[in-house]
Every structure is written in C-alpha cells, then in structure tokens.
C-alpha cells in the first residue's frame, strides 16, 4: 500500500512531556511537510524540508522540533514548550520542493494533552 | 502579504442546486491556485487546480486576475459534495510554500 503513513491515530499525553508523532512515505518524494489543523484556522505550516538533512520553520514552529535523516522520514517532536499542543496533526509530500506540486497528505494523528 | 480568503464558513446547498465556494487572494505576482478537498473520514486530497484547466467531479474553478478570486462552482450539488474544501495558491520558486485559506464546510441538504 502506497502513499504517507501516521502513527499513531491518536495520541494521549500528559502536560510536560515531550511526544513524536511519526510520519512515513514511500512515494519517493523530496519534500515532507508538517502542518496543524485547527476548526476555522485552516492549516498552518509547523515545519517543512526539501531534502534530506535540511529543514525549515514554517508560520508556526515554536514548541516544536522536526529531523529529516531518512527520505522516508520526518519525524515532529512536540515539546513542552508549545503552549496549546492539543491539535490535528497533519503529515504531507510533494515530489518535489514547491507549493506548485501537488502535496500528498497522511490520515493525520490527534494529539490530545491534559 | 500573501493570503488566501474564504469568507464562507458554512455553505448549506440543496441536492440538485448550484453550489459557488467562494475564494479571493492577495499575491504579489501570478500564483497557481489550487482546491484541497477533506471528504468525511478521508485524507485531504487535491480536487484541482488552475493550471490543469480540468473539471473534476464537475467541479470547475475560473481564476479571475482582476476580481484575484478562485470561486469553485458546480452546476447541480450532489450528496457526495459534502466535505471540507481549502481554497490555497503558491508562487513558482522552489523556496514558495503553499497557503491555505481557513477552508469553507458544505453541506448538501437532501
């Protein structure tokens, strides 16, 4: 089965911890992308990388962490320093670095913090 | 600044009737535009985007430089037209990300 993979679907946490949400494709795409989605905020970009070994901060970075050393892979830690972590976390791929390519998204996992 | 608009939060549609989503941005330059569609218990997946000039689930898109508005339209609403729809657009450089409008829920009415 093809295509970018989360896990898990939910997720529990206690305030204070740190937690990774894991993302995985297998579409051979360059680029891997990070993003939160809240009711009527739409999606924002947390983190984003063009190619291995690189990443960048996108619009919401703070109180997270990405890592990007397998193409496969991207990885987001949510620290405990995020202020307000309980969210829908969304993973996506383009073949390509570039909003013009066509962004592939996971199943998404809900992070819930108490 | 960059930004994608969607005024409507809710749009309620009958079966059968006209469905416009509305879109406006704000670009400095000639982006591509694009609609994300969420259907229920599915993955976000790209519906279709300007440049392809395709209609898809007769859905069409008609981009309007002077208006810079990206309306989706569809002539006749179906049942399965329920789902959450995001307007977005990029520029053409690798370093562009793509931007998301807040997104607009339809709900077909039976």
């Known amino acids: 089965d093809g295509g970018i993979t989360q896990s898990p679907k939910y997720l529990f946490r206690k305030e204070g911890q740190n937690v990774t949400l894991s993302c995985e494709q297998n579409?051979?795409?360059?680029?891997m992308y990070w993003y939160r989605q809240d009711p009527g905020q739409g999606l924002r970009l947390i983190y984003y990388?063009?190619?291995?070994?690189?990443?960048q901060k996108g619009d919401i970075a703070e109180g997270y962490s990405v890592s990007r050393e397998k193409k496969e892979s991207f990885p987001l830690t949510v620290t405990s320093a995020q202020k307000n972590p309980t969210a829908f976390y969304l993973c996506?791929?383009?073949?390509?670095?570039?909003?013009?390519?066509?962004?592939?998204f996971g199943p998404g996992t809900r992070l819930t913090v108490t | 600044a960059q930004r994608v608009t969607q005024p409507e939060k809710l749009l309620s549609v009958f079966k059968g009737a006209p469905v416009e989503l509305k879109c406006n941005y704000s670009?400095?330059?000639?982006?591509?535009l694009f609609w994300y569609v969420q259907y229920s218990r599915q993955r976000l997946q790209l519906l279709l985007r300007?440049?392809s000039r395709e209609s898809i689930k007769g859905f069409t898109a008609d981009l309007n430089k002077g208006e810079t508005s990206f309306h989706l339209k569809k002539p006749f609403a179906q049942e399965e037209d329920s789902a959450m729809y995001y307007c977005?657009?990029?520029?053409?450089?690798?370093?562009?990300?793509?931007?998301f409008g807040k997104g607009t829920r339809l709900h077909i009415l039976p």
């Open positions: 996506a791929s383009s073949i390509m670095a570039g909003g013009v390519y066509e962004q592939y």
């Open positions: 990388s063009q190619i291995v070994n690189d990443f």
């Open positions: 579409l051979n795409h360059d680029a």
């Open positions: 977005a657009l990029s520029g053409w450089d690798r370093d562009d990300k793509i931007i």
């Open positions: 300007h440049i």
């Open positions: 670009y400095s330059g000639s982006p591509e």
